[in-house]
């Protein structure tokens, strides 16, 4: 991820986080008060009707009273009744244990004791990868299931002669209502039946526990009066469940979004090799149109360089070889070239760089040519004396 990309998305998260807590200031702000106002309210009417009990001594049966809600104590629960309800039997500890590995963590009751703190720690770091794995398999087995059954109604909307795209949308969704009719909306009436809560409060629970956030103000569970041991145990599956669910919805977004990143680079590497394709084809039309009075651009012809300059430059008749022979390197001129009038252009070249050098040029053979007869001294004729016939005038 880029740099500007990763600032991008903390400014948006630490927008969204501010946008939060603004929203949930002025929302809960007045209650906290409201309700600090009658806790404040009922204070001053106790110690009012009872005069003998200080001020100091109700502040600290208030905070003894917090601390033993805190660590699982009912405050319905007294020492002459004959309640049997503890929040550590077995199925409340199991459930508790479930919390741990799952990372929910309500926090309705807490461990007291340094003793189990200090067997929590390896629980929980022995636990959350074990719970993982199990997590990962049971959602790819899910999902499977989920998606298998599923492509059995694509087939019958495939037999109907319904668009590929619309059907595959149509699955997204059936996959998605299913499962949030059988981890969402059936939970949801179950808990408004067991625990006595209304709408609101059960799918808000649901939510909360099915994305790990576990505020622990609603439990399943935790209400004295059920005390079914095999209630608890029953949640815990249903939120095993839940959360290889969604972890299969994530999957599969993940897995959608990276094929449709792998199409992205894919359409835009065809779309910049067809743009370099374009841009040759091009350029070779507008090099041809020139004409051989214009060299082509610099960048795009082959540079070769001149030739050693001779000592003394022998100029001898070449005598013809048949094209097979293999032929000694020669000069720029006769070397095969992509673009017409490109030959003038090397010869240009060549031609002033040598120049520049005080070489002489070495002329490329123009056919057969005969070589001249070789001429004879001519004497200096006197007066009187014939003319050879011999010596050419």
Not at 162 to 173: F, G
Request: aromatic share 8%.
């Amino acid at each position: 991820m880029r740099s500007t990309t990763l600032l991008a998305l903390l400014a948006l998260v630490l927008l969204y986080l501010v946008s939060g807590a603004l929203v949930f200031r002025a929302l809960e702000q007045p209650h906290e008060q409201q309700a600090q106002r009658e806790l404040g309210e009922v204070r001053e009417k106790f110690l009012r009707a009872h005069p003998c009990v200080s001020d100091q001594e109700l502040g600290l049966l208030i905070k003894e009273v917090a601390d033993a809600l805190g660590g699982g104590a009912d405050p319905e629960t007294n020492s002459t009744s004959n309640s049997s309800h503890s929040a550590w039997d077995l199925g409340s500890a199991f459930f508790f244990s479930g919390t741990i590995i799952t990372t929910i963590g309500y926090g309705n009751v807490a461990l007291r004791t340094d003793a189990g703190r200090l067997f929590c720690i390896f629980y929980a770091l022995v636990g959350i990868p074990l719970f993982g794995i199990l997590l990962a398999g049971v959602g790819d087995r899910l999902g499977s299931s989920l998606r298998r059954g599923i492509g059995h109604i694509e087939a019958i909307f495939l037999k109907w002669h319904v668009p590929p795209e619309l059907v595959r949308v149509l699955s997204a969704m059936l996959f998605l209502l299913i499962g949030c009719l059988l981890f969402v909306l059936t939970p949801t009436f179950v808990f408004c039946y067991m625990e006595d809560w209304s709408k609101l409060e059960a799918i808000y629970f649901v939510i909360v526990t099915l994305t790990t956030v576990g505020f622990g103000d609603y439990v399943a569970g935790a209400d004295p009066r059920q005390d079914s041991p095999a209630y608890q145990p029953l949640v815990w599956f249903w939120i095993l469940l839940g959360l290889a669910y969604f972890a299969s919805v994530l999957t599969t977004i993940g897995n959608w979004l990276r094929v449709v990143s792998r199409r992205t680079r894919a359409e835009m590497g065809g779309l910049t090799a067809q743009a370099a394709s374009w841009t040759g084809t091009v350029t070779a039309r507008v090099t041809q149109r020139v004409g051989p009075a214009a060299p082509p651009p610099e960048k795009e012809r082959p540079l070769l360089p001149p030739p050693p300059c001779p000592a003394q430059p022998l100029v001898r008749p070449r005598s013809p070889s048949p094209p097979e022979k293999a032929q000694p390197p020669s000069p720029p001129t006769a070397s095969a070239l992509d673009y017409p009038s490109e030959n003038l252009a090397f010869i240009d070249e060549s031609s002033d760089t040598q120049s520049e050098r005080g070489c002489p040029l070495p002329r490329a053979p123009r056919g057969r040519r005969r070589p001249n007869p070789t001429r004879k001294p001519v004497r200096p004729r006197g007066p009187g004396r014939p003319r050879d016939k011999d010596v050419p005038v």
